[in-house]
């Protein structure tokens, strides 16, 4: 199986940043596009940013020129850069992979999510 480990979520200031990491393990093949998404209450989870394996990048429009995505293929790792932080991005963020890992016999392609971290931006 594989999972997904978030973690550099925390309460900050306005203007400040924060780096997320999310790191994929298990017996893992490889790892096509990464991202990561956000989720408050009521509301639907939306894209922040994608990555490729090729390391294509895609942005919601709320954080161009803010927030920087990046991966290191070596160790099945995200990353997400976020700086000039505003109260709106308080949310709770989700690191989202397609990974194709070996089990048993045969190789399994799924989607997975990880358990989401909190980032507070505070006024």
């Known amino acids: 199986q594989v999972q997904l480990v978030e973690s550099g979520g925390g309460l900050v200031q306005a203007g400040g940043s924060l780096r997320l990491s999310c790191a994929a393990s298990?017996?893992?093949?490889?790892?096509?596009?990464m991202g990561w998404y956000r989720q408050t209450p009521g509301k639907q989870r939306e894209l922040v940013a994608t990555?490729?394996?090729?390391?294509?990048?895609n942005y919601a429009d709320s954080v161009k020129g803010r927030f920087t995505i990046s991966r290191d293929n070596a160790k099945n790792t995200v990353y997400l850069q976020m700086n000039s932080l505003k109260p709106e991005d308080t949310a709770v963020y989700y690191c989202n992979a397609d990974v194709t890992y070996y089990s048993g016999s045969y190789y399994i392609a799924n989607n997975y999510w990880g358990q989401g971290t909190q980032v507070t931006v505070s006024s």
């Open positions: 990555i490729s394996s090729g390391g294509n990048t």
């Open positions: 298990g017996s893992i093949l490889s790892i096509n596009a």
